[in-house]
């Protein structure tokens, strides 16, 4: 994983042209959601243990992780970095939309939010007033978002949120306006940063955090947190990042940087000329195009600790 720097509002011509697009069609969506689950929650008639459930929209999904992994990702998974031939589905929640939980005991399990105002305990619906927003979404390969990966887990280090009661100066405070509540005057649902506040995310997430401060990746592709950090930690377990797949596409990764550097270096040239020659060699590991470029760059940087990489 590596630090994504996206900022839509950076954007320009044809690529805000597009962006402006697909947000259009997001808006109004989060407002609808929110509407949606409160009626149908304090509906007097539901059912103790029925299910919210809700006809998404997965067509904006695609579109947003086709625009991410064409401009932001070089067509690598957010998470992994996994390149785009392993890609399935849509943008990848970071929070989940639907039911959220942790591991325990290497059991995923439920978990229950206080939400409703006598203080009732119920199994958290998910995230999904954030379905549509573009900090939540991210491109993600078929391991992370599936299978041995993520599925429905966010584990933080506070306790999960949901809908809260707020002063108008609470909610001028915040970093992003929230969605209101339209049965509950007062009650707010809150935006990613808002919330990474208030539940301290314990998964990493490259539009707001640096791996490198977490993670580190060694010889053969080996990955482990830094001085047992544990965002970097539940990373790992998260997203299954030590499996041997990508392990042993990582060391591959590694060994093809290597040998372009070092190859490259030789020669007879100045050490300001082999450097920069060097480094043009592995342009695709410093730009983010090539896949696993944050283990080949890891290592490099190990060997050639005095060396700009």
Not at 13 to 32: I, M, P, S
Not at 274 to 303: C, H, M, N, T, V
Request: charged letters at 30%.
């Amino acid at each position: 994983m590596r630090s994504l720097a996206f900022d839509p509002a950076a954007l320009t011509g044809q690529l805000k042209v597009e962006w402006d697009k697909w947000e259009k069609r997001t808006t109004g969506e989060a407002q609808k959601l929110i509407d949606a689950w409160e009626k149908w929650f304090f509906d007097p008639k539901r059912s103790t243990d029925a299910t919210f459930t809700h006809e998404f929209k997965n067509d904006i999904w695609s579109d947003l992780k086709h625009f991410l992994k064409t401009n932001v990702t070089h067509g690598n998974c957010a998470y992994c970095e996994t390149s785009s031939s392993r890609f399935v589905g849509d943008a990848e929640h970071y929070r989940p939309k639907g039911r959220v939980s942790v591991k325990q005991n290497e059991r995923l399990v439920k978990i229950s939010v206080c939400v409703d105002d006598s203080g009732k305990e119920v199994i958290h619906p998910g995230y999904f007033w954030l379905a549509y927003d573009w900090q939540n979404l991210l491109p993600a390969c078929e391991h992370c978002n599936k299978m041995q990966g993520k599925l429905d887990q966010f584990p933080v280090d506070a306790k999960h949120a949901f809908g809260q009661k707020l002063s108008p100066a609470e909610v001028a405070a915040l970093t992003d306006k929230p969605y209101a509540s339209t049965l509950r005057p007062g009650w707010y649902y809150l935006r990613s940063k808002d919330l990474n506040v208030l539940e301290k995310p314990l998964l990493l997430h490259p539009y707001f955090d640096n791996p490198r401060k977490h993670l580190r990746f060694g010889v053969r592709g080996a990955i482990a947190a830094i001085d047992q950090d544990k965002r970097g930690q539940a990373t790992i377990d998260v997203l299954g990042l030590r499996e041997d797949d990508l392990r042993t596409g990582r060391q591959r990764q590694q060994e093809r940087s290597d040998t372009s550097f070092f190859m490259a270096y030789m020669g007879q040239k100045t050490p300001e000329q082999a450097l920069a020659d060097a480094r043009l060699a592995i342009a695709g590991f410093i730009e983010g195009s090539e896949p696993y470029s944050a283990a080949a760059l890891d290592l490099l940087r190990q060997k050639l600790p005095n060396v700009d990489i």
